[in-house]
């Protein structure tokens, strides 16, 4: 992401923020370090920006403060439209919810002349017709992941076999037919992955684990740089494999 990018979205986080945002959040969000946060906040300040707070404390948008409106060109609309689309039609109903008032927003706020008809879109996204529906603890695990919450769940293997432990939530990935969470688990001392189709979660305490997500994110996508390679044939059987670079074979809580 370009400076110029990642000043727009600085401003973007703060706009929709109604409380002061610590600098360690906005690095979270933005992935990037404090001090960075900091460069930005006074570059933005400089380029007549109204953001109140100092550091320590938090910062906050002035109201009355309005960042320009958003232009698409057709085919970006059309990438927009297709891929909330995808959400709608697979995802959970607080997550296809957001994803209906996002497009309505992204559409109001579409370049003038740009001539897009909702109601007849040129580009559709499908569910197969051997789609399960997303459990509703998806929305919950979503919330431990941002809010970087230690979670007690109970997982159910391929057979049948029920576990308990503790995991620390850092992503959801989302194939076509089943979606993933990836998480460090204390049992293990490692990163495991689970089918939230067999998750239950007990508990989502309100402890932060240790360090940051977007750390743990990087050192997951380093120990398995094949991650999109969970799956394996999931339209068929939905079976799960853990990749080789953890340097063992799949325990059943995975399978």
């Given at each position: 992401?370009?400076?110029?990018?990642?000043?727009?979205?600085?401003?973007?986080?703060?706009?929709?923020?109604?409380?002061?945002?610590?600098?360690?959040?906005?690095?979270?969000?933005?992935?990037?370090?404090?001090?960075?946060?900091?460069?930005?906040?006074?570059?933005?300040?400089?380029?007549?920006?109204?953001?109140?707070?100092?550091?320590?404390?938090?910062?906050?948008?002035?109201?009355?403060?309005?960042?320009?409106?958003?232009?698409?060109?057709?085919?970006?609309?059309?990438?927009?439209?297709?891929?909330?689309?995808?959400?709608?039609?697979?995802?959970?109903?607080?997550?296809a919810q957001s994803s209906e008032s996002a497009l309505a927003k992204i559409l109001s706020a579409k370049r003038s002349?740009?001539?897009?008809?909702?109601?007849?879109p040129s580009l559709i996204a499908a569910a197969s017709v051997s789609r399960r529906a997303d459990p509703p603890q998806?929305?919950?695990?979503?919330?431990?992941?941002?809010?970087?919450?230690?979670?007690?769940?109970?997982?159910?293997?391929?057979?049948?076999?029920?576990?308990?432990?503790?995991?620390?939530?850092?992503?959801?990935?989302?194939?076509?037919?089943?979606?993933?969470?990836?998480?460090?688990?204390?049992?293990?001392?490692?990163?495991?992955?689970?089918?939230?189709?067999?998750?239950?979660?007990?508990?989502?305490?309100?402890?932060?684990?240790?360090?940051?997500?977007?750390?743990?994110?990087?050192?997951?996508?380093?120990?398995?740089?094949?991650?999109?390679?969970?799956?394996?044939?999931?339209?068929?059987?939905?079976?799960?494999?853990?990749?080789?670079?953890?340097?063992?074979?799949?325990?059943?809580?995975?399978?």
């Amino acid at each position: 992401m370009s400076r110029t990018s990642r000043l727009i979205e600085l401003l973007g986080v703060l706009h929709t923020r109604r409380m002061p945002v610590t600098a360690l959040d906005l690095a979270d969000a933005l992935a990037v370090s404090q001090r960075s946060i900091y460069r930005d906040i006074e570059t933005l300040r400089s380029m007549g920006a109204p953001i109140e707070g100092q550091a320590g404390v938090g910062y906050e948008l002035r109201g009355g403060f309005f960042l320009p409106q958003l232009a698409f060109s057709p085919e970006e609309l059309d990438v927009l439209i297709l891929g909330l689309g995808w959400v709608q039609a697979r995802a959970d109903p607080a997550l296809a919810q957001s994803s209906e008032s996002a497009l309505a927003k992204i559409l109001s706020a579409k370049r003038s002349g740009a001539v897009i008809d909702h109601a007849q879109p040129s580009l559709i996204a499908a569910a197969s017709v051997s789609r399960r529906a997303d459990p509703p603890q998806v929305a919950l695990l979503r919330d431990a992941v941002r809010r970087q919450c230690k979670v007690r769940i109970s997982y159910q293997d391929a057979k049948g076999a029920t576990s308990d432990r503790t995991i620390w939530p850092i992503a959801i990935v989302y194939f076509d037919e089943v979606r993933v969470l990836a998480a460090w688990c204390e049992r293990r001392s490692a990163f495991r992955h689970f089918r939230v189709d067999r998750v239950q979660v007990t508990t989502i305490s309100d402890e932060r684990y240790p360090g940051r997500r977007q750390a743990l994110v990087t050192k997951w996508r380093e120990q398995d740089r094949d991650w999109r390679a969970m799956l394996t044939d999931s339209g068929r059987s939905g079976g799960y494999v853990r990749s080789d670079d953890f340097g063992s074979a799949p325990t059943s809580e995975e399978k």
